[in-house]
């Protein structure tokens, strides 16, 4: 489950570099784990032509106005309480690595399941603190376990199932209500203001407006 979602932000993956010797343009990828440049190579990497040597140059410059960047984002996942092993105490979560296309792909309170590589990401080094590392998962894929609904399809069956149920229960409509508490999670005995309140949180209601101000018609749940 998705219990938090950081913004989308642009991430710097390649920076360009230039020999001084014979203007050999090159890219050195930025490593994830710690946020610097990967191993600068020891002499200029440009190909060798035809009759020529290949090029012994150590020095580059950094070209500032060529930079790399993609889309990143960091969410923050838990195992799902159903999921969860007994005794095993609170449920485990990880940090998750979206790039490019995989930005914004899911949403906090979607159940999700992620495929992926487990790395590793220093944090800042400062003099007499130890350097910590935290396990994070690199996505590769990312798909919804709960599909996301913009509008529910309700068959002419349902609807004639739902105006029977009421019609029942036309000369007092809190029975039927009753009725409806008491399917909600049956295994649970009593508890009846409890599961109210669930199935009021779940159902919302019907917002309206009051002397100009508009009175939102969903409700919060506090246990």
Same mark, same amino acid.
């Given at each position: 489950?998705?219990?938090?979602?950081? #913004?989308?932000? &642009?991430?710097e993956?390649?920076?360009?570099?230039?020999?001084?010797? *014979?203007?050999?343009?090159?890219? %050195? =990828? $930025?490593?994830?784990?710690?946020?610097?440049?990967?191993?600068?190579?020891?002499?200029?990497?440009?190909?060798?032509?035809?009759?020529?040597?290949?090029?012994?140059?150590k020095?580059?410059?950094?070209?500032?106005?060529?930079?790399?960047?993609?889309d990143?984002?960091?969410?923050?996942?838990?195992e799902?309480?159903?999921?969860?092993r007994?005794?095993?105490?609170? #449920?485990?979560? &990880?940090?998750?690595?979206?790039e490019?296309?995989?930005?914004?792909e *899911?949403?906090?309170?979607?159940? %999700? =399941? $992620?495929?992926?590589?487990?790395?590793?990401?220093?944090?800042?080094?400062r003099?007499?603190?130890?350097?910590?590392?935290?396990l994070?998962?690199?996505?590769?894929?990312?798909?919804?376990?709960?599909?996301?609904?913009?509008?529910?399809h309700?068959?002419d069956?349902?609807?004639g199932?739902?105006?029977?149920?009421?019609?029942?229960?036309?000369m007092?409509?809190l029975?039927?209500?009753?009725?409806?508490?008491?399917?909600?999670?049956p295994?649970?005995?009593g508890?009846?203001?409890?599961k109210?309140? $669930?199935?009021?949180?779940l159902?919302?209601?019907?917002?309206?407006?009051?002397?100009?101000?508009?009175v939102?018609?969903?409700?919060?749940c506090?246990?």
């Open positions: 489950t998705v219990t938090r979602a950081g #913004p989308v932000r &642009l991430l993956w390649q920076r360009l570099f230039e020999c001084n010797r *014979c203007h050999y343009r090159f890219g %050195v =990828e $930025v490593e994830l784990e710690s946020g610097e440049l990967e191993e600068m190579p020891e002499r200029c990497p440009s190909p060798a032509g035809q009759g020529h040597r290949p090029c012994q140059g020095n580059f410059t950094p070209l500032g106005e060529a930079q790399y960047h993609k990143y984002q960091e969410v923050q996942l838990q799902r309480t159903q999921s969860a007994l005794g095993a105490g609170t #449920p485990q979560a &990880l940090t998750v690595v979206l490019d296309e995989l930005v914004d *899911c949403r906090p309170g979607e159940d %999700v =399941e $992620v495929t992926g590589a487990v790395t590793k990401r220093w944090g800042s080094m003099p007499g603190t130890r350097w910590m590392a935290q994070v998962l690199r996505a590769n894929g990312v798909r919804l376990l709960s599909q996301r609904r913009e509008a529910v309700v068959s069956e349902d609807v199932l739902f105006e029977d149920f009421w019609w029942q229960h036309r007092c409509p029975i039927g209500r009753n009725k409806i508490l008491a399917g909600i999670c295994q649970v005995y508890l009846f203001l409890p109210l309140a $669930v199935a009021l949180t159902l919302g209601g019907v917002a309206r407006e009051e002397s100009g101000t508009r939102r018609g969903d409700c919060h506090l246990f």
